[in-house]
Nanobody, 123 residues
Framework: EVQLVESGGGLVQAGGSLRLSCAAS????????IGWFRQAPGKEREGISC????????YYADSVKGRFTISRDSAKNTVELQMNSLKPEDTAVYYC????????????????WGKGTLVTVSS
């Protein structure tokens, strides 16, 4: 019943933008922090951003800080990730994930995961 469904991935040129969405269902959305992760071939899954469940505070990895923006809409049970100034090294499968307690952004400590959406940035 629990679902996290990512959308918005695709192919974009370096310097361009994409907006990813994560639609949540089957659990109490406002009780969970929501994070975004990405994984490129041969690399570990990297936590890149998270938004808190209570105060809506946001957190970003250094690799995306200043370029990506996370937001959540409690009325729609969605989380967005606006990605600007994309670089080829941003190419990865992007996942959203839910965590009950806090924005730890730990790939091994999340409660629910989406299936991912592929982002490819060409040079």
């Amino acid at each position: 019943e629990v679902q996290l469904v990512e959308s918005g991935g695709g192919l974009v040129q370096a310097g361009g933008s994409l907006r990813l969405s994560c639609a949540a269902s089957g659990f109490t959305f406002d009780d969970y922090a929501i994070g975004w992760f990405r994984q490129a071939p041969g690399k570990e899954r990297e936590g890149i951003s998270c938004i808190s469940r209570i105060d809506g505070n946001t957190y970003y990895a250094d690799s995306v800080k200043g370029r990506f923006t996370i937001s959540r809409d409690s009325a729609k049970n969605t989380v967005e990730l606006q990605m600007n100034s994309l670089k080829p090294e941003d190419t990865a499968v992007y996942y959203c994930a839910a965590e009950r307690d806090a924005c730890w952004l730990n790939a091994y400590g999340m409660d629910y995961w989406g299936k991912g959406t592929l982002v490819t940035v060409s040079s």
